[in-house]
């Protein structure tokens, strides 16, 4: 409901049920930007407003149990729920829960207003960890996301609006932050992109990328600022742009500022490839390629790559304004730059200090 606050003090901690039955009936949500009715995510609230999750106290998925060795044995009903997807099948008509294996999300707000996650430890995600779909309005403040089974992106906002993501630490299987607004005909029949979204003195643990756009980036991506952010570990892109030839939408005014990473595989990569995401399970498809314009880094600084940035562009439709602008990197291992079908790339005080083989 609206007005509540679920605050846990100093030392509470909040288990949840492994048992798959406590998370029916169905309800409405998005699996990977698709839209259906599957087992309720563990913190759930839908079309409500002002409300909170604060404390210092700490919630547990207990997704380790039993959801997250579901992953294993998911293809079948994700190709179901894709095909329906595609095939513009009416939402009511699309039923999980019960008897598949899509694992449920940890804590999804969905079309609601003013929400305020802050302060709580969040531990063993059976999913993504915090995903506001369809949310105005978010706060999401001194967070930290221990969280190491698969998929647990820590922060997914998607098709949201006014989100400002500070002061948090992310330790995760997947992506400390992925940012999307839906998948293929569901995101261009609604058209509801995130935009707006604020990322600063966050601390990255994670085990794959920084910060993610994408690949669910259908209904589009706008007005991304990361500042005052840090890696200091191991990752592999501090910051990837990701789409494929299916995913159509935009991503355009995405900023990277004063940011330090210790090793990463790519400093910035932009993919407009990403086949492994859709080629085997779309023999057939609608081709809608993705504009990207306006992807800026500047003042960030990295211990070791294999590259400091990777560009590749779609002959089709080349991303645009690229800029690139005091980055320092130690050891560059592989190269230092690749660029393909990128237009106005501006490169200023791209500095490396030694090459390895």
Excluded at 153 to 163: A, F, H, I, L, T
Excluded at 283 to 308: F, N, Q
Aim: glycine share 8%; proline share 3%.
């Amino acid at each position: 409901k609206s007005n509540v606050n679920i605050h846990l003090e100093d030392g509470a901690i909040l288990n949840f049920s492994s048992n798959q039955e406590d998370y029916l009936p169905a309800v409405i949500t998005r699996w990977e930007g698709t839209e259906l009715f599957n087992y309720s995510p563990l913190i759930y609230a839908y079309h409500v407003q002002n409300i909170a999750l604060t404390g210092k106290g700490t919630i547990n998925g207990n997704g380790s149990k039993k959801f997250s060795a579901w992953a294993d044995n998911q293809n079948i009903d994700k190709e179901i729920l894709r095909r329906m997807g595609r095939e513009n099948l009416p939402i009511y008509r699309r039923i999980f829960g019960e008897g598949f294996r899509l694992r449920p999300g940890f804590i999804e707000p969905y079309g609601c207003a003013n929400v305020r996650i802050e302060g709580i430890t969040i531990k063993d995600s059976p999913f993504w960890v915090i995903h506001p779909i369809f949310c105005n309005n978010v706060i999401v403040r001194d967070v930290t996301v221990d969280s190491h089974n698969r998929n647990n992106d820590g922060c997914d906002p998607e098709s949201c609006s006014n989100v400002l993501i500070e002061g948090c630490t992310f330790s995760t299987g997947d992506d400390a932050i992925a940012i999307k607004s839906g998948r293929d005909n569901d995101a261009w029949r609604i058209g509801q992109p995130t935009e707006n979204v604020v990322i600063r003195n966050c601390t990255f643990w994670s085990k794959i990328n920084g910060v993610c756009i994408g690949s669910e980036i259908s209904g589009g991506i706008r007005n991304i600022y990361m500042h005052d952010c840090t890696a200091p570990n191991s990752v592999m892109r501090l910051f990837f742009v990701k789409t494929n030839h299916r995913r159509g939408g935009f991503i355009e005014n995405v900023y990277m500022k004063n940011v330090k990473a210790g090793t990463a595989q790519r400093v910035l990569e932009i993919d407009t490839e990403v086949l492994y995401q859709w080629k085997d399970l779309v023999p057939t498809y609608e081709e809608r390629i993705t504009r990207i314009d306006g992807i800026y880094m500047d003042k960030v600084t990295c211990e070791s790559a294999d590259a400091i940035y990777e560009l590749k562009g779609n002959s089709k439709l080349p991303a645009k304004n690229v800029m690139i602008r005091d980055v320092k990197v130690g050891e560059v291992k592989e190269f230092v730059k690749k660029v393909n079908n990128v237009e106005n790339v501006v490169e200023k005080n791209v500095t490396y200090d030694r090459k390895g083989k």
